[in-house]
């Protein structure tokens, strides 16, 4: 079982930036991937980013793509998200995810192992 905690939500105004943190428990956190996922209100939960077991392969969404960055630190095994240029559509509750695999390409809603509680993004206009 992985326990996956999440900090670094809040509300910023339009334009602005914040970092979301994910530490994970388990001393196996660097052999596997790890990402974000976001759900809006009234709307299904969607992919954001993902990188794989070393940090040298990322996979982030088209409608975050030059504004957020994922990265991970496997000695503290913590994954981050930085988000900048931030936007009101970006508003969601944002959730880390963990997967027993090494590949971006895994991680997906449907296949998932471990889900963080999430954090609330609010971004205001």
């Known amino acids: 079982q992985v326990q996956l905690t999440e900090s670094g939500g809040g509300l910023v105004q339009a334009g602005g930036s914040l970092r979301l943190s994910c530490a994970a428990s388990?001393?196996?956190?660097?052999?596997?991937?790890i990402g974000w996922f976001r759900q809006a209100p009234g709307k299904e939960r969607e992919f954001v980013a993902a990188?794989?077991?070393?940090?040298?392969?990322?996979r982030v969404a088209e409608s975050v793509k030059g504004r957020f960055t994922i990265s991970r630190d496997n000695a503290k095994s913590t994954t981050y998200l930085q988000m900048n240029t931030l936007k009101p559509e970006d508003t969601a509750v944002y959730y880390c995810?963990?997967?027993?695999?090494?590949?971006?390409?895994?991680?997906?809603?449907?296949?998932?192992?471990?889900w963080g509680k999430g954090t609330l993004v609010t971004v205001s206009s």
């Open positions: 995810a963990f997967n027993h695999d090494r590949r971006t390409e895994t991680l997906t809603s449907r296949s998932v192992n471990y």
């Open positions: 388990g001393r196996t956190f660097s052999i596997y991937v």
């Open positions: 990188i794989n077991s070393n940090g040298g392969g990322t």
